[in-house]
């Protein structure tokens, strides 16, 4: 019988060891595993880690404790912006946890909403974090949407909006001094003031189209609608006639615009008269009168809620399109 070394075989046995603890090891330290390996922590507020698989001792560790701090529990606290590797070790196996600190985070229920023109909505977003950071907000289309904060509680930002008119505008709430930390809803505006498509302006009366105008203004800046009055119209139909040859607020027989409306016996209160020349459309004039101080204040007056408007053509005279708005309130 051939003799078999006794080292050969303490060798055998000692390699089988080796290799059953080495996968005895290894598939232990496979069960081992943190319940996050990257988490994103707003300023100020912690979180707990999890090392599952072991119930071993825990070392936790920090690569950057200015930005992160770890307990020996494994609780994390984000102590400043930027990013932090949190450390676990255990039975010789390490494991890590990415950690982004941001300032703060805003979210909302939606990012994307109509509005119909001359409506009012309201927007809510949600704040976390930011202690000390002032809010901000911006409006990217101010000719489509009108906006503003009208309250702040409980973490919860209510930003109103109000449709001027069609197009599309990007409403972003962030923080002035971290302007990373932000939400942005779109609003897409659609109808009119007056219910017709934009298209269809200028298929309206003349009237009809400076009160669209007009109404469009007066949102901007928070005021109620004008409506237009027929007897109204019918005394602004004859001062426009009348400024044709005799471009005054005074009519040619020396009185005030305001004997208009008593021809057509319009009992009026408060009043005030808008006149213009040379302008093809009524958004031109409407637009011209919002850079002359005395025709923008009887747009924006406060008190007006009704008014009459009408354009006169002449092909005789130098300027050739004629334009009045009569205005009148409490």
């Not at 080796?18 to 100020?44: C, D, Q």
């Not at 009348?242 to 607020?249: D, G, L, Q, R």
Request: proline share 1%; with cysteine.
């Amino acid at each position: 019988m051939k003799k078999i070394k006794l080292s050969g075989i303490l060798s055998v046995m000692l390699a089988l060891i080796m290799t059953v603890s080495l996968f005895t090891i290894n598939s232990s330290a496979a069960k081992i595993y943190l319940n996050k390996y990257s988490i994103n922590m707003v300023k100020g507020t912690g979180y707990t880690l999890e090392l599952k698989g072991t119930k071993n001792k825990v070392t936790w560790s920090t690569s950057n404790k200015n930005i992160a701090t770890v307990s020996e529990n494994g609780r994390v606290t984000a102590v400043k912006k930027g990013t932090a590797t949190i450390y676990a070790t255990v039975s010789g196996v390490t494991l890590k946890c990415k950690v982004n600190v941001l300032n703060g985070h805003i979210t909302t229920e939606k990012t994307k909403a109509d509005l119909a023109t001359g409506d009012k909505g309201t927007l809510i977003f949600n704040v976390k974090g930011g202690a000390g950071q002032k809010l901000s907000c911006r409006n990217s289309n101010p000719d489509a949407v009108k906006m503003k904060i009208v309250k702040i509680s409980d973490g919860k930002v209510y930003v109103e909006v109000r449709g001027l008119e069609e197009g599309t505008a990007n409403i972003t709430l962030y923080f002035k001094d971290d302007s990373s930390v932000k939400k942005t809803v779109r609003l897409n505006v659609i109808g009119d003031t007056v219910g017709v498509e934009e298209e269809d302006i200028y298929e309206m009366g003349y009237a009809d189209q400076l009160l669209y105008y007009i109404n469009i203004e007066r949102m901007k800046n928070d005021l109620d609608p004008l409506t237009a009055d027929d007897d109204m119209c019918l005394a602004a139909e004859m001062r426009a006639g009348e400024i044709v040859t005799h471009y005054s607020h005074k009519r040619p027989n020396g009185l005030s615009y305001e004997s208009a409306l008593d021809e057509v016996e319009y009992y009026y209160f408060e009043t005030g008269e808008n006149i213009a020349s040379d302008f093809v459309s009524a958004k031109a004039v409407v637009q011209q009168w919002m850079k002359q101080r005395k025709y923008r204040d009887n747009i924006l007056n406060p008190n007006f809620r009704r008014m009459g408007g009408a354009r006169a053509y002449s092909v005789d005279s130098f300027d050739t399109y004629y334009w009045v708005v009569i205005f009148d309130g409490i």
